[in-house]
């Protein structure tokens, strides 16, 4: 049984249509990358599979079980929505720390542990992000790689069952870039169930279990990583090439 399944969700925002029809499952343990342009609706899609935005078409299940029903459940309050987002963790593109707050103090402000446990766990979270001897630095004594993996051990403090990212390292230059990727291979190696939106397609071939290509709200095409090296689609093939010709 799939530990996530999203069955043809849609989202509007007034009367654009902003999501179509998007189904897709991932097993635990799997990375998914979705790929596509700038505009076809990647962002939105994280944001409704994390309950920042409610879908309002289709269903998502965990495990075999209905967390969301666009047709049933469009009362969800925040209490509920709070209740079904802590299956979810989301990395943005820019980090989104607490200014005014320690590496440290960033991560354990996140959890619902206290005291001693959460402490320990934040080391932890951090030295495995490479982060040991920064942990009592503030964002601006960071760099963006370094205020990025922050950002993942906090997602990560929450226990996540899936680990989302919205292009975590599109904020960051190149050297950065790969000390961020670094790490969250080390989490797909752990089979931390990871959804991955990235134009870092080397990167995408490399962790991923599964490739969608989005375009226009859509789905056009999904697959093993072996797709990124064989899109079938003319859409996925001509927004390839102009990767390649960044
Ligand atoms: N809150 C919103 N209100 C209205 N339109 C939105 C909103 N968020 C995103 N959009 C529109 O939805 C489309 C997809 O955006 P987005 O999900 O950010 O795409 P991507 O992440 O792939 O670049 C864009 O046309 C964008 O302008
Ligand atoms: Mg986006």
Do not use: W
Not at 62 to 79: M, R, V
Not at 185 to 191: E, G, V
């Amino acid at each position: 049984m799939a530990l996530l399944e999203i069955r043809k969700l849609g989202k509007s925002f007034g009367d654009k249509k902003i999501l179509k029809d998007i189904s897709f499952e991932l097993e635990k343990g799997q990375t998914l990358s979705i790929i596509g342009s700038s505009g076809s609706g990647k962002t939105t899609l994280l944001r409704c599979i994390n309950f920042l935005e409610k879908a309002d078409e289709g269903t998502m299940s965990l495990n075999g079980e209905i967390i969301y029903d666009a047709a049933k459940d469009q009362d969800f309050k925040e209490k509920q929505l709070g209740l079904i987002r802590k299956h979810f963790g989301l990395v943005f593109q820019q980090f989104n720390l607490f200014p005014q707050y320690t590496a440290l103090e960033n991560v354990t402000l996140a959890s619902r542990l206290q005291g001693k446990d959460i402490k320990e766990k934040a080391i932890g979270l951090l030295e495995q992000m490479g982060l040991a001897d920064r942990m009592d630095y503030y964002p601006h004594q960071l760099s963006g790689g370094q205020q990025q993996r922050v950002a993942i051990a906090r997602a990560m403090a929450l226990d996540p069952d899936i680990l989302c990212f919205d292009e975590p390292t599109s904020a960051l230059d190149p050297l950065l870039t790969s000390e961020v990727l670094r790490v969250i291979r080390q989490l797909a190696d752990k089979k931390m169930t990871m959804i991955i939106v990235t134009h870092e397609i080397a990167f995408a071939r490399l962790v991923s279990d599964k490739v969608i290509f989005m375009d226009d709200g859509q789905i056009i095409e999904k697959g093993d990583a072996s797709l990124i090296d064989n899109p079938k689609d003319e859409r996925t093939r001509h927004f390839l090439s102009s990767l390649d010709e960044r």
